[in-house]
C-alpha cells in the first residue's frame, strides 16, 4: 500500500478530517483500503464559524480518500476548551455558516470586479505568454 500505509497508525483513533469542499467530520477511524477511503465510527460533522461551533451526529460514515484534504489525531474536549469556543444550535451554526459563505462570495465579486475594472483578468495572469 504505497502512499497511505501510515493510516494503518490511525485506526482505533479518534481523528479529524478535513474534506475537499472544507467540512470537517470527527470520529474513530475503523478501517481503510489501498485509495485511502477510511470509515469513522462515531462520526459527528463539525462546523465553526468565529468562535462558535455546532455538531451533528452521523454514526458510522464512509469517506473516499481523494475528498480528504488532511487528518490527524484529535482531541476535542481539550480544542474546544483552549479555544473557548461556544457551542450553539445546528440551526445556529448552519445560518451562521450561510451568512459568512455569502460574504466570501460577495467579497470575491467585489475583487473580480476590481481587477476587471483594472484589465487583470485570470486569462491574463495565468497567460504568461503575453508579458
Known amino acids: 500500500m504505497s502512499g497511505n500505509s501510515g493510516l494503518g497508525d490511525e485506526v482505533d483513533k479518534k481523528l479529524i478530517v478535513v474534506l475537499r469542499d472544507g467540512r470537517k467530520f ?26 462558535c461551533y455546532s455538531d451533528k451526529n452521523l454514526g458510522v460514515f464512509f469517506i473516499r480518500g481523494d475528498n480528504v484534504v488532511i487528518l490527524g489525531e484529535i482531541d476535542p ?31 470575491e465579486l467585489l475583487k473580480r470586479k476590481i481587477m476587471t475594472e483594472s484589465g487583470l483578468t485570470i486569462d491574463s495572469i495565468l497567460n504568461i505568454d503575453d508579458f
Open 26 to 51: 470527527i470520529g474513530m477511524m475503523r478501517t481503510f483500503d489501498q485509495f485511502a477511503n477510511i470509515v469513522l465510527q462515531d462520526t459527528i460533522e463539525r462546523i465553526y464559524v468565529g468562535d
Open 77 to 107: 474536549d481539550r480544542e474546544v476548551q483552549e479555544k473557548k469556543l461556544k457551542k450553539v444550535s445546528w440551526d445556529e451554526i448552519t445560518k451562521a455558516a450561510a451568512l459568512e459563505k455569502q460574504k466570501k462570495e460577495e467579497e
